[in-house]
Protein backbone atom coordinates (compact mmCIF):
# COMPACT_ATOMS: atom_id res chain seq x y z
CA UNK A 1 0.00 0.00 0.00
CA UNK A 2 1.00 3.31 -0.74
CA UNK A 3 0.80 6.41 2.10
CA UNK A 4 1.18 9.90 0.58
CA UNK A 5 0.46 13.12 2.79
CA UNK A 6 0.57 16.42 1.14
CA UNK A 7 3.78 18.54 1.96
CA UNK A 8 5.33 15.73 3.85
CA UNK A 9 8.87 14.84 4.69
CA UNK A 10 8.79 12.28 6.29
CA UNK A 11 5.93 10.35 8.05
CA UNK A 12 5.88 6.95 10.26
CA UNK A 13 3.26 5.21 11.57
CA UNK A 14 3.18 4.59 15.79
CA UNK A 15 3.60 1.10 16.50
CA UNK A 16 5.65 -1.00 18.66
CA UNK A 17 7.34 -2.65 16.00
CA UNK A 18 8.91 0.76 14.70
CA UNK A 19 9.49 2.95 17.69
CA UNK A 20 12.99 3.33 16.85
CA UNK A 21 11.92 5.05 12.96
CA UNK A 22 9.23 6.91 15.11
CA UNK A 23 11.95 8.21 17.52
CA UNK A 24 14.15 9.05 14.38
CA UNK A 25 11.46 10.83 12.81
CA UNK A 26 10.43 12.83 15.42
CA UNK A 27 14.10 13.82 16.46
CA UNK A 28 15.61 17.13 18.12
CA UNK A 29 11.40 17.73 18.54
CA UNK A 30 11.95 14.92 21.96
CA UNK A 31 14.47 17.10 23.07
CA UNK A 32 13.57 19.52 26.19
CA UNK A 33 12.37 22.34 24.14
CA UNK A 34 13.84 25.91 24.76
CA UNK A 35 10.61 27.26 24.38
CA UNK A 36 8.46 25.87 26.78
CA UNK A 37 6.69 23.76 24.03
CA UNK A 38 5.96 19.92 25.20
CA UNK A 39 8.68 17.51 23.84
CA UNK A 40 7.89 14.85 21.24
CA UNK A 41 7.54 11.08 23.53
CA UNK A 42 5.87 8.37 24.45
CA UNK A 43 2.90 8.02 27.09
CA UNK A 44 1.55 5.47 29.19
CA UNK A 45 -1.61 5.58 29.29
CA UNK A 46 -2.46 6.93 32.23
CA UNK A 47 -0.46 10.30 31.52
CA UNK A 48 -1.88 10.37 28.09
CA UNK A 49 -5.45 10.05 29.88
CA UNK A 50 -3.59 13.22 32.57
CA UNK A 51 -2.79 15.12 29.78
CA UNK A 52 -6.16 14.70 27.34
CA UNK A 53 -8.71 14.09 29.52
CA UNK A 54 -11.65 14.55 27.19
CA UNK A 55 -10.09 11.58 24.84
CA UNK A 56 -11.83 8.68 26.54
CA UNK A 57 -8.73 6.83 27.16
CA UNK A 58 -9.68 3.43 28.39
CA UNK A 59 -7.97 3.02 31.30
CA UNK A 60 -8.95 -0.51 31.79
CA UNK A 61 -6.53 -1.99 28.77
CA UNK A 62 -3.59 -0.21 30.53
CA UNK A 63 -0.14 -1.22 28.68
CA UNK A 64 -2.09 -2.60 25.14
CA UNK A 65 -1.94 0.77 23.47
CA UNK A 66 0.74 3.13 22.69
CA UNK A 67 0.50 6.29 22.77
CA UNK A 68 2.95 9.51 21.88
CA UNK A 69 2.62 13.44 22.28
CA UNK A 70 3.81 15.47 19.52
CA UNK A 71 4.14 19.72 19.70
CA UNK A 72 2.43 20.88 16.53
CA UNK A 73 1.99 24.62 15.28
CA UNK A 74 -2.04 24.49 16.97
CA UNK A 75 -1.04 23.13 20.02
CA UNK A 76 0.17 19.56 21.56
CA UNK A 77 -1.58 16.12 19.89
CA UNK A 78 -2.16 12.76 21.38
CA UNK A 79 -1.45 10.25 18.58
CA UNK A 80 -2.72 6.86 19.20
CA UNK A 81 -1.44 3.37 18.17
CA UNK A 82 -1.93 3.34 14.25
CA UNK A 83 -2.07 6.97 14.13
CA UNK A 84 0.53 8.34 11.73
CA UNK A 85 3.70 11.08 12.63
CA UNK A 86 4.05 13.13 9.97
CA UNK A 87 7.19 15.59 9.21
CA UNK A 88 6.21 18.60 6.94
CA UNK A 89 8.42 21.06 4.76
CA UNK A 90 8.70 23.71 7.81
CA UNK A 91 9.59 21.28 9.61
CA UNK A 92 6.62 21.00 11.88
CA UNK A 93 4.89 17.53 13.31
CA UNK A 94 1.43 16.61 12.76
CA UNK A 95 -1.10 13.66 13.45
CA UNK A 96 -2.84 12.01 10.87
CA UNK A 97 -5.40 9.52 11.91
CA UNK A 98 -4.39 5.87 11.28
Given amino acids: MRIAFRNAIAFEQLRWD ?5 CDLMGDDMNDQPDG ?4 RGLLPEEAAELF ?15 AVIPTPEGDQLV ?4 WIVRDRDGHLYRKQG
Avoid: S
Fill in 18 to 22: NWNAV
Fill in 37 to 40: RTRA
Fill in 53 to 67: PLAGIPLTYRGLTMY
Fill in 80 to 83: VEND
